[in-house]
């Protein structure tokens, strides 16, 4: 899902002439798809990518909602789909009648967001924790709970970073505190707020961006972090520890889709399907750290990803995994205001 924010377009071509094949938009999350992937398509395809970068769910929802027309392909997660289908941001494009579709694997293949994929493809999917190094903890090792993340120990303050994200903090927050994800009632989204603010002094920030980098640069002890990136801050520093809360933590996955109003949608529709095949997603994978739900794909993954239980979850921990809840527009509207009494 998911880290440094890039200031600028990134085009990939070798030259600024017109390819035959024409040009894709697509507006993905930061450092969340290799680029010699996309070379790949253009080889392939003969259509030129153009790559922006957005650091959140609701960053991309403002973007749209203030008619943004520039792109061809973005890349929402399970709960902003809904929302989108539900605003009619996105284009119905029968992603169930694609050629690849036939590799995508069950859950996704009918997710609850858009059960007959009508709109959207999977991309990747993962789970947040938080990632710490061992090193530099009180005694080498921090408790498996969300209490090691939202009340730690008095030597860690300012050596912690929150995810700058809505749904990430509050859903970790009612896992730890019992409280239901999508809850209605002011008084238990206020039991969430409180523990928000009591945790906020022992933050350095709150920072969706770059929580690779800061780690391997021992900027800070302890990020909240989704498992692909804790895959890829444990390749530089060995002593990062990614931890599996055993309160539940969010399961989330990643879907292509396309924007109302895409001028390029048949190119967008040739990225889709060819993104579902086992070969090209599995470049994806080797990058980000995360998996995918395409069959197949296994044959194409490094050792290095296989191997690492941030990624291949052992089995004990796989019940703490809590799908991303489809929430009422009011249990929505609560949760906002909690977000913004805590970002005052």
């Known amino acids: 899902m998911k880290w440094r924010h890039l200031a600028l377009v990134v085009a990939l071509g070798m030259s600024g002439v017109a390819r035959a094949g024409g040009e894709l938009n697509l507006y993905n ?11 790949k398509f253009e080889k392939d395809t003969g259509i030129k990518v153009n790559l922006d970068v957005y650091d959140s769910n609701e960053t991309l929802l403002a973007k749209l909602k ?4 520039g792109y061809d392909v973005i890349v929402p997660s399970d709960y902003m789909v809904k929302i989108m289908i539900t605003e009619k941001l996105l284009e119905k494009i029968d992603v169930n009648k694609m050629p690849n579709f036939k590799n995508v694997t069950a859950p996704l293949n009918k997710p609850v967001f858009d059960p007959s994929r009508s709109y959207t493809a999977p991309y990747m999917w993962g789970v947040t924790g938080f990632t710490y190094d061992s090193t530099r903890v009180p005694g080498g090792k921090l408790e498996d709970s969300w209490k090691s993340f939202f009340e730690p120990p008095a030597a860690m303050k300012g050596q912690m970073v929150a995810l700058n994200d809505v749904n990430e903090l509050f859903v970790a927050a009612s896992l730890y505190l019992k409280v239901d994800q999508c ?15 009591k945790q906020k002094p022992m933050l350095a920030m709150y920072n969706s961006d770059g929580t690779i980098e800061r ?12 498992n692909g990136a804790a895959h890829r801050t444990k390749e530089k520093l060995k002593s990062a520890v990614f931890v599996y809360p055993k309160e539940g933590m969010s399961f989330w996955n990643d879907n292509f889709a396309i924007p109302v109003g895409a001028k390029n949608k048949d190119n967008a529709l040739k990225f889709i399907n060819w993104m579902m095949a086992p070969e090209n997603i599995a470049l994806a994978s080797n990058f980000t750290g995360y998996n995918n739900a395409i069959q197949g794909s296994d044959k194409f993954l490094l050792p290095a990803l296989r191997d ?27 949760r906002d205001k909690v977000w913004t009494k805590l970002k005052k």
Not at 66 to 69: D, L, T, V
Not at 183 to 197: I, N
């Open 215 to 226: 780690m391997q640069a021992k900027e800070v002890i302890l990020h909240h972090q989704w």
């Open 183 to 197: 809850t209605e009632d002011p008084k238990e989204a206020q039991k969430v707020l409180d523990l928000l603010l």
């Open 308 to 334: 690492d239980p941030a990624v291949n979850t052992p089995a004990a921990y796989r019940s703490r995994f809590v799908p991303n809840k489809l929430c009422s527009t009011k249990a929505m509207a609560l």
């Open 29 to 39: 999350w930061s450092d969340y798809i290799p680029l010699d992937l996309l070379k």
């Open 66 to 69: 203030a008619g943004a027309k």
